[in-house]
C-alpha cells in the first residue's frame, strides 16, 4: 500500500470510528465500524474484492498505528 493510500485509509478509520463513539457506540463496535469503512474505501481505491480489502486493512492495524502517532 502507498503512502497515499495508507493515508486515505487510516483517514477513514479513524473519522467511523470516532463519529460511531460519538453515537455511543462501544470501542469495539467502533472499531469493527472503522474496520468496515477503510476497506470499503480502500476496495474502491484500488479494485481489490472486499475479503481481500478487509485483509488488508486489518493487516496494517489501524488502531495500533494510530495510537503510535
Do not use: K
Amino acid at each position: 500500500m502507498d503512502a497515499a493510500t495508507l493515508e486515505m485509509v487510516l483517514t477513514a478509520y479513524d473519522e467511523t470510528v470516532q463519529d460511531a463513539v460519538a453515537g455511543g457506540n462501544s470501542d469495539a463496535v467502533a472499531h469493527a465500524e472503522g474496520l468496515t469503512a477503510a476497506a470499503m474505501l480502500f476496495a474502491a481505491v484500488t479494485g481489490v474484492e472486499d475479503a481481500a480489502a478487509h485483509a488488508a486493512v486489518e493487516g496494517i492495524n489501524p488502531r495500533a498505528r494510530l495510537a503510535a502517532a
